[in-house]
């Protein structure tokens, strides 16, 4: 399934990505002069943050539009699919910030992060983890279900150990890898996250069914996920991984 993405609708419903993807770019700790390959650009506002650290910064993302409002900012970045990088031995680091979970071909991608890096480069990232929006998950299959559709989850949700395997693999020596719960508050509500974040989902429901679908997954999540001042929170868990590239 492909996930379609308008640089707009994804400021309005999602600003929050970029603004909690901090913590992982303080990991990274970026250095003046360093070749950095962000990878997963979006629309460029955390890629930002990276090359006002004083890197060389190289971004890629595979959606033509966000690439463009990254451009429009002033950041060198380029459509480039992340499990086909061109890259050889040019980044001392690649970084990447809630990509990683929309790619279950993760053995191809973590292929090309690691031709990209010079030997002992660096490979900081975070994205959605094992139990990631679980509740979420559920209320859709649920749903999905009593209307007589398939749900087809478009997310790569890896536990620490599976990924870890997957870095020794692909040739990397990991220094950290943990889950983090991170309870995250819906500035637009569930159905502004749905509608950004679910478009692939949603692909797959009948045109006349789409509202009446939404309804009832907020229905079912309500109790679990919006307070009482109608507040939504989503169950975000992220991946963290910092690791190196063997020498």
Not at 129 to 155: C, D, E, K, M, Y
Request: one cysteine or more; proline letters at 6%; hydrophobic letters at 50%.
């Amino acid at each position: 399934m492909s996930q379609i993405w308008s640089p707009t609708d994804y400021q309005h419903h999602a600003a929050f990505v970029p603004a909690l993807g901090a913590t992982i770019l303080a990991r990274l700790a970026p250095q003046a002069g360093e070749r950095i390959l962000d990878l997963g650009c979006g629309d460029g506002v955390l890629t930002a943050d990276l090359v006002s650290s004083g890197a060389e910064v190289v971004a890629v993302d595979a959606s033509a539009p966000m690439v463009a409002a990254a451009v429009a900012r002033g950041i060198a970045a380029r459509v480039m699919d992340a499990r086909a990088l061109t890259f050889t031995a040019e980044f001392d680091a690649v970084f990447s910030n809630a990509v990683l979970h929309w790619i279950p071909e993760a053995d191809a991608v973590l292929a090309g992060v690691a031709r990209a890096l010079t030997p002992g480069g660096r490979f900081v990232a975070e994205f959605g983890g094992h139990t990631n929006v679980a509740a979420i998950v559920v209320a859709l299959r649920a749903v999905f279900a009593s209307h007589g559709l398939t749900f087809q989850s478009p997310w790569y949700y890896p536990s620490p150990d599976e990924y870890r395997a997957r870095l020794d693999a692909a040739g990397f020596i990991v220094d950290d890898i943990r889950l983090v719960p991170r309870p995250t508050p819906l500035p637009t509500g569930m159905l502004g996250w749905l509608r950004t974040f679910g478009v692939s989902i949603f692909a797959a429901v009948p045109e006349t069914l789409v509202a009446r679908v939404e309804q009832d997954v907020l229905e079912l999540l309500r109790p679990t996920l919006c307070d009482a001042t109608g507040q939504w929170t989503a169950d975000y868990v992220r991946l963290q991984v910092a690791a190196k590239r063997r020498t």
